[in-house]
């Protein structure tokens, strides 16, 4: 790991004036459109607050999921207008971030394929581990979820079921906006470089099944950072899952590397995405619909609330 970044120092120190220049333009594009997207990231950070451990999983029937999805919907496109300190402080860092990894993808792409040269099974975990981030498979898992809840009685994973197509229905429309505004072109065209065409390319996406300007950001990493987190949260009872969750999430976004579809950037913000997006789904879903035991005078029973927002 050492030499690899000893090598992208090398380069970039290498690289004549011009194509630093270059580089900056590319930074500043996809910052510009990051300042638009990124919202989202900082919507789901005081999840954990809003319900007690003892309450999650237990929301209510089908119907608020219809009725709030605008609201959620909304709320997501209007993050970027609510931060407080703490939100600046977090949409600052990542917006570093990605503006960091632009800036050396070209070389940090360089260095995973120099890997996958010399690991084989590389080769044959990535075509695999890459569906792992199919919107239509992970919409099929969120099925299992619902319809194993709905036949077994079980409200945890029908919701989770759920909250996961929610989810990955706003990511969905997110990542489409995203990449018809950026037109960023994949590591496989031109042998390995970065290029914006911005949304002049937005014709040119629909020429061929695999687009060579969806690159920015990757809609496989934000759907299964999705889907992961919905299922985390509404399984962080069971120490296991969150850490096989997440875990399976990564290597989904690392393949999108090895099976040359997008740079490091694009699978880092499309994880953070995937992220906040699950986590203010899994929030607001708790804060509208909770069922928790109560103590009446004349025994016990269960007492109903209700967000109206």
């Not at 997207?37 to 929301?59: D, H, I, N, R, W």
């Not at 990605?98 to 996958?116: H, M, P």
């Not at 065209?189 to 629909?206: I, L, Q």
Request: include cysteine; charged fraction near 20%; proline fraction near 4%.
């Amino acid at each position: 790991m050492g030499e690899s970044f000893t090598m992208m120092k090398k380069n970039l120190k290498a690289a004549p004036p011009r194509s630093k220049a270059v580089l900056a333009q590319r930074a500043a594009a996809a910052l510009l459109v990051l300042c638009l997207l990124t919202g989202p990231t900082l919507s789901g950070q005081e999840a954990e607050a809003v319900v007690a451990p003892e309450a999650a999983g237990e929301c209510g029937g089908i119907a608020p999921y219809r009725s709030n999805f605008l609201k959620d919907e909304a709320e997501m496109w209007t993050a970027p207008f609510h931060l407080d300190e703490k939100g600046l402080l977090a949409f600052g860092t990542v917006l570093a971030a990605t503006g960091l990894l632009i800036v050396n993808d070209e070389a940090i792409y360089k260095e995973f394929k120099a890997f996958q040269a010399n690991h084989s099974w590389a080769d044959k975990a990535s075509p695999v581990l890459t569906l792992l981030g199919d919107w239509g498979l992970d919409c099929g898992i969120a099925g299992v979820f619902f319809l194993g809840g709905v036949l077994a009685k079980d409200r945890r994973a029908r919701d989770t079921g759920l909250m996961a197509w929610e989810t990955l229905l706003h990511t969905g429309l997110l990542v489409q906006v995203a990449k018809h505004l950026s037109g960023r072109q994949r590591p496989s065209v031109a042998g390995g470089s970065d290029h914006w065409n911005g949304p002049a390319a937005f014709f040119e996406r629909y020429q061929g099944y695999f687009s060579n300007y969806d690159s920015f950001f990757s809609g496989h990493t934000v759907s299964a950072w999705g889907l992961a987190t919905v299922i985390a949260e509404n399984y962080r009872h069971r120490s296991w899952v969150p850490p096989l969750c997440y875990g399976l999430a990564t290597l989904a976004g690392l393949s999108r590397l090895t099976e040359d579809a997008h740079w490091l950037s694009d699978v880092f913000l499309g994880a953070v995405i995937g992220y906040a997006v699950g986590k203010m789904v899994v929030r607001n879903q708790r804060k509208r619909f909770q069922i928790t035991p109560a103590l009446i005078p004349a025994g016990a029973g269960l007492s109903f609330s209700y967000e109206i927002r």
